[in-house]
């Protein structure tokens, strides 16, 4: 059987082709967070609608498997997605409540990055979970995730 990291990361013949964020995202809340990433980051809506997108599939796939204890990592782009989600607590807790059963998924940052693989696994995992991965957004793998391993966390 095939670990997470040697799954391809590409969408499944037989189940169809990877799913968006933005099918599950409202609009005027998508556009807001969009809207966030230019403020904050010197990206075009075409590079802030790709960090925004990884960092809602990463945060839904670490609600799918909450409890494994994976230690699911972002790269340090998705990492920015992330914080533009989580930021906006109302939708946040809302996202949760709807995604997370109801439990609020924490998000607890280490200083040190880690170097065990952790991102380029999570990558792997977010394609399993359905969802379209961004490759060259999870290209910092090298430098690995910044995120507390093997909780409830990410």
């Given at each position: 059987?095939?670990?997470?990291?040697?799954?391809?990361?590409?969408?499944?013949?037989?189940?169809?082709?990877?799913?968006?964020?933005?099918?599950?995202?409202?609009?005027?809340?998508?556009?807001?967070?969009?809207?966030?990433?230019?403020?904050?980051?010197?990206?075009?809506?075409?590079?802030?609608?790709?960090?925004?997108?990884?960092?809602?599939?990463?945060?839904?796939?670490?609600?799918?498997?909450?409890?494994?204890?994976l230690g699911l990592a972002p790269s340090r782009l998705v990492?920015?997605?992330?914080?533009?989600?989580?930021?906006?607590?109302?939708?946040?807790?809302?996202?949760?409540?709807?995604?997370?059963?109801?439990?609020?998924?924490?998000?607890?940052?280490?200083?040190?990055?880690?170097?065990?693989?952790?991102?380029?696994?999570?990558?792997?995992?977010?394609?399993?979970?359905?969802?379209?991965?961004?490759?060259?957004?999870?290209?910092?793998?090298?430098?690995?995730?910044?995120?507390?391993?093997?909780?409830?966390?990410?």
């Amino acid at each position: 059987m095939a670990t997470a990291a040697e799954t391809p990361v590409t969408a499944d013949p037989v189940t169809g082709p990877a799913r968006s964020p933005r099918g599950i995202v409202p609009a005027d809340l998508w556009e807001k967070q969009v809207g966030l990433l230019m403020r904050d980051y010197p990206y075009d809506s075409v590079m802030a609608t790709r960090v925004l997108g990884q960092g809602y599939a990463y945060l839904l796939t670490a609600m799918s498997l909450r409890g494994d204890g994976l230690g699911l990592a972002p790269s340090r782009l998705v990492d920015i997605g992330v914080h533009t989600i989580i930021l906006d607590t109302v939708a946040y807790a809302e996202l949760c409540d709807k995604y997370n059963d109801g439990h609020f998924l924490h998000h607890v940052p280490k200083a040190e990055m880690k170097n065990d693989g952790s991102v380029v696994r999570t990558a792997h995992l977010v394609a399993r979970a359905g969802w379209e991965v961004d490759l060259p957004l999870w290209e910092d793998a090298a430098e690995c995730g910044p995120c507390h391993p093997g909780n409830d966390s990410h």
